[in-house]
């Protein structure tokens, strides 16, 4: 028996196994060994191929003029990261000085950090019962072996939602700015996995200048990707005087450190257009229902990306109904099959609800629907402290598109526990819309927003939606996407230009921030509150899983612009009318004007106009007899708001 190694997402497998599958009627098996797990043999009935191959030819076969395969330590001689030519494990998380990065969890730090050192590795951050840690290669499997390690695992994978913009116009945003709101005082941290092109677009004006920047991600806040500026992009039209904080994150330990930062600098909004496949079960426990609880706790907005899973997300119980070990998608079909592109990579995350640690034991395969053979999966032991997941990344260097297919395969099995398929890849066969909404999204302390294309005001068809796995509706919002940018260049048409939830959740984090300027006193609550009743309610009546509340809609900007007013001198007769002239002026057209006569300071009289539109105002007052010398009329214009102007002050003179 060996121990199995898990690298980012992707379990190195031992042992293949043949899946057989039916095309045209016939069912075909290729000729490899049966899978293995732990030395017991798997046997496995002909597969239910709801498509065949469109290239049969491309069937992966071995080539013996291929470069030799990293081999993977601590597994034995000639057991390589494939075992079928032309296909590749992708996604281990490695340093530049090669590496691999490890998150540990476990009870006993001290002895985990002593052996992580010993072996020539470091600790690069730890968080509650989590180490983030570096390894040499040869190091894992003694670290992973050690009894103070409940867990070693790879950092769950981290998924960005992205498939003068439009949004501002939208929203009902450029009437807020038009009133002042453009979000100052107010600071928006914007969480994601990379900043590229950042100097670029504050070179086009597309950003400013001030922004801070952090980098929680290993030196690659520059180099992984640009969608971070893409996301900061849309804050910053939408809220264009917000103090901006671009942190770059790449696991869920780093997302710990960036939130505590971000308390620390006083952010008061943080915006997390991306998510975490099996980092959790998806409702309020776990690590990142924790770290977002404890932002929401510290005053911040958490306004999260829903996901766009909608399309490659299957949910459903464990069925096998004829025991053969084998999950059944549907009746007699084994597989979810999917089309894979010639140099793409997929991943799949499968987990099952049998938080925290599994009492099953499930497997994770990927086959070539036309063969049936294995081209990359995920068979992790779960013995007690592990978690219930399994995932792998596979990339497709064959030569040729395939047909492939996702299979679960049951070692032990305690309960018919629900499990969630995820893919990162193209849509899948047997989809489940239900439940797509992903993690931190789907923590209660999180505001999740869907998306809808700006133009035609209809949902994405890859908006993840809920509910979550405890029941609750998500999102709680939709905004828009689709919207043009410096960075994904000019709508074309839905799902063009920055289309996806990571473009809709930027949206709502700056209408956020420019609520926090009108109401400073708002916290986290209030602020959700606000935004979710002021939504445009579409589909069924109501919040739905689908789209919540509705459609992101600011209302008429709150009045925060106190009116003018002037006091004009003037000059009358004691004992008669004399007519006190001013001027007063407000944004909104109507005001209304308090006049105070005075005499050596003292207040001798008090008069009120209703509210109205002209700019010059005159109003009557009738002098006493005795009332010749000098006066002072005083004059303050209020608005319908409640605004009111300073007070002036001109000279009467009374004959």
């Not at 505590?260 to 079960?281: D, H, L, P």
């Not at 404890?294 to 069925?319: F, K, S």
Request: net charge neutral.
């Amino acid at each position: 028996m060996h121990r199995k190694l898990r690298f980012q997402g992707v379990w190195l497998i031992v042992a293949l196994t043949v899946i057989a599958v039916a095309i045209g009627g016939t069912a075909v098996a290729a000729n490899v060994p049966p899978m293995t797990k732990r030395g017991t043999p798997l046997a496995h009935p002909p597969v239910d191929a709801p498509f065949s191959l469109e290239r049969p030819h491309l069937a992966l076969t071995h080539d013996p003029s291929a470069t030799a395969r990293e081999a993977v330590p601590g597994l034995p001689d000639g057991i390589s990261r494939s075992a079928r030519a032309g296909i590749r494990a992708a996604g281990i998380d490695r340093t530049a000085s090669g590496q691999i990065r490890l998150i540990v969890q476990t009870r006993r730090s001290a002895a985990v950090r002593a052996a992580v050192l010993a072996a020539g590795g470091r600790v690069e951050r730890s968080w509650r019962n989590l180490l983030q840690v570096t390894v040499p290669a040869a190091a894992v499997p003694a670290l992973s072996k050690l009894d103070a390690v409940d867990s070693a695992d790879t950092p769950a994978k981290l998924v960005e939602y992205a498939v003068g913009g439009e949004e501002v116009a939208a929203t009902g945003a450029a009437a807020w700015q038009a009133k002042g709101f453009t979000g100052k005082g107010v600071k928006v941290a914007i969480i994601d996995s990379g900043f590229a092109g950042l100097a670029d677009r504050q070179a086009a004006g597309d950003l400013p200048a001030n922004v801070v920047s952090i980098d929680f991600c290993g030196g690659q806040f520059g180099g992984a990707t640009n969608h971070g500026a893409a996301v900061t992009e849309i804050v910053h039209e939408m809220a264009p005087e917000a103090q901006l904080y671009l942190i770059c994150t790449a696991t869920v330990v780093d997302l710990a450190a960036a939130e505590n930062y971000a308390k620390s600098q006083g952010v008061q909004v943080i915006n997390f257009s991306a998510g975490f496949y099996n980092a959790g079960r998806g409702d309020a426990s776990g690590p990142l229902a924790a770290i977002v609880a404890d932002a929401r706790a510290a005053g911040i907005l958490w306004v999260n990306a829903a996901g766009n899973e909608a399309q490659t997300h299957w949910a459903g119980t464990y069925t096998d109904a004829n025991g053969d070990g084998l999950h059944e998608f549907a009746p007699g079909d084994i597989g979810n099959t999917f089309a894979f592109p010639n140099g793409s990579v997929v991943c799949g995350a499968l987990k099952w609800d049998e938080w925290p640690v599994a009492a099953s034991d499930f497997d994770l395969y990927l086959i070539v629907s036309a063969t049936g053979e294995p081209v990359g999966g995920s068979i992790g032991d779960q013995n007690g402290t592990q978690p219930p997941t399994e995932e792998t990344c596979v990339q497709n260097q064959s030569g040729g598109d395939l047909i492939v297919a996702w299979v679960i395969v049951a070692y032990r099995v305690a309960s018919s526990p629900r499990f969630d398929l995820f893919t990162i890849g193209p849509p899948i066969q047997y989809q489940t819309v239900a439940g797509s909404i992903a993690d931190p999204a789907s923590s209660p302390a999180a505001l999740a927003v869907g998306a809808l294309c700006w133009q035609s005001r209809t949902l994405e068809p890859y908006s993840s939606q809920g509910p979550t796995v405890d029941g609750r509706a998500k999102p709680e919002v939709v905004g828009h996407d689709s919207v043009s940018g410096g960075t994904y260049g000019p709508f074309a048409g839905c799902s063009s230009a920055f289309a996806g939830t990571s473009a809709s959740s930027p949206e709502v984090a700056g209408a956020a921030a420019l609520v926090k300027q009108a109401f400073p006193t708002y916290g986290p609550d209030q602020l959700q509150s606000f935004l979710v009743r002021s939504a445009r309610d579409l589909d069924v009546p109501g919040i739905d899983n689908a789209t919540g509340a509705g459609e992101l809609q600011l209302p008429a900007a709150p009045d925060r612009i106190a009116p003018t007013a002037k006091a004009l001198p003037g000059a009358g007769q004691a004992g008669k009318l004399v007519k006190l002239r001013s001027r007063a002026a407000d944004d909104s057209g109507r005001v209304r004007v308090i006049e105070q006569i005075k005499r050596n300071g003292k207040v001798i009289a008090t008069l009120r106009s209703s509210f109205a539109s002209p700019k010059t105002f005159s109003t009557g007052w009738k002098a006493p007899n005795s009332a010749a010398g000098s006066f002072q009329h005083c004059v303050r214009a209020t608005d319908q708001a409640g605004n009111a102007s300073k007070q002036s002050c001109a000279k009467i003179t009374l004959r």
